[in-house]
């Protein structure tokens, strides 16, 4: 048996894995496993992320008709571009993943929200992927252009987001458990309901963890911009200064797992990559293709990671071991593109993945791919992800030239765009993390 239209299988594939992940559905699910009674009284509703506004809307529509005595109020912050249409909970949009003053404004409205709650309230977090950024509030001493240089600098050394969050938790006033504290403290119960993008699904990695306890330490923060060379000048003196009198004992440290605040504070985790993956994996064997699930955790430098799917498939197409085709390889979680200085790059960690798996696959022509982020936005440009089949390689043999020429220059984009083959979906107002597809069919 060989697949008949690859490219419909890709496409459809991601539309399946998206649909698992849709705010809409898996939202009222996680509430009324929750609750196991209509909740009362007021209800402050605040988070952050991609899912924010998708969150906050499914959150209005399922109080209205499952909690009759509950007082509603709040406000989530997402993306520019993410915000959808409410009636009572305030939808703000900011700078991702670069912070910004908007961003800002509103974390710092949310701190101010926080501290109106009171013995009895309920505090519901919605919180996604993407919060890290849009929940920036610096820590006293610090200012909203040292957050965003450090971040800037972060993305570009390579490091994965979860020691990314270390740092920028430690530079924080509302993430690495923060926000629980704050409520806690005021005699609030938290629930705080997750979408998660981050490999192993750990809420203190989510966002951040605004509402989880924190067991890193300024001194891990330190540590990670040692290991990425960014203590020698690519940072605000002030940030490395106001980690190291954390390392001191000056600044109070995250709350850790055995801090009592988080008696009162529960994360629910509604929707991750794996479900996702899993879904995908179902439709393609409804297609007559065996699917392999490769995991949720594929993490590294992006163009490694195509390299060693390129190797598992070749073994695939050449040996029909140890699958036998058609098969397809299923993966998520998130890659690393390190940018060299002067060089400015076009696209994102999935299609930089795409481009480089192209680039190194010449020989198996019956290859067909898809890499795309589950928010619709891969990196620097307008487009989700790329793709491609088997009739890219019919082509003339300039376009694996072009492909490698493109490849040293991290013009991912470019070289789909010219190819008619960028994956376009605009915001899709949830966030699991990347998704990749390979297919590996039989020769016609």
Known sequence: MSIKDPTSLLKEAFEVALKAADPFVVLPEGLQKAFSKPLEGRCLVLGAGKAAGSMAVALESYAA?????????????????????????????????????????????????????????????????????????????LSIDDLRLTTQALLRSGAPIGQMNVVRKHLSAILGGHM?????????????????????????????????????????????????????????????QYLSDGVRGIHPETPKSNDPIFKQSTNHLIATAHTCLEMAAKYC??????????????????KDVALMQASIAREIYLYDKPFKKPVALLSGGECTVTIPAGVKGRGGRCSEFLLALFAATEDLKQLSALAADTDGIDGSEDNAGAWFVSDFRKAKTENHLFARDSLSKHDSYGFFKEMNALVHTGPTLTNVNDFRILLIDSEI
């Open 285 to 302: 064997e409804s297609k007559g293709v065996q699917p392999i699930i490769l995991g949720d955790t594929v993490m590294g430098e992006a």
């Open 180 to 240: 629980a504290r704050e409520a806690a403290t005021r005699g609030a119960k938290i629930d705080a309901f997750l979408i998660s993008d981050v490999t192993g699904d750990h809420p203190s990695s989510i966002a951040s963890g605004p509402c989880a306890p924190d067991d890193s330490t300024f001194e891990d923060a330190l540590q990670i911009l040692k290991d990425y060379g960014l203590l020698d000048g690519q940072l605000p003196p002030s940030v490395i």
């Open 65 to 141: 008709k499952n909690w009759p005595k509950a007082q509603l109020e709040g406000q989530v912050i997402t993306r520019y571009g993410h915000a959808l249409a409410t009636k009572i909970i305030r939808v703000i949009e900011a700078g991702h993943p670069v912070p910004d003053e908007s961003g800002m404004k509103a974390a710092q409205e949310t701190l101010d929200l926080l501290k109106t709650l009171q013995p009895g309230d309920h505090l519901i977090a919605l919180i996604s992927g993407g919060g890290s950024s849009l929940l920036t509030l610096p820590a006293n001493g």
